[in-house]
């Protein structure tokens, strides 16, 4: 999944982009504890944090990577688990803020299925 956000000192690459997934661990319901991951590229690992929201009234959860530091780095990403409590229909979210207040924000329809 991919989100652009210019970059006035890159003028021939004026992108962020995050790779990101979640893993339910062969879990056989959804209600089970969901692994999230996330890695924003193109921007400076000083720059902000990425922001998780899983549309189900939990607190937002904040996450560091390492911003694409080593793109091929199998620990750049920021991990972070997550349980929904009820099935339904969930708009998850994440989003990342640049120095210049640019936000990039990304969206994965989520599907929880009753027991």
Known sequence: MANEIGDD???ADKSIYYH???DTG???R???EVTFKVRSF???ADEGHELWDFGDGSPPVKVQSDAGADPHAKDGYAVTTHRFERP???IVSVE???LRGETGTDRLDVLVEPQ
């Open 26 to 28: 062969g879990a056989d």
């Open 96 to 98: 990342r803020t640049n």
């Open 88 to 90: 339904g229909r969930y």
């Open 30 to 32: 959804m209600v089970d």
């Open 20 to 22: 990101w997934g979640l």
């Open 9 to 11: 000192e890159h003028p």
């Open 42 to 44: 193109r921007v400076k």
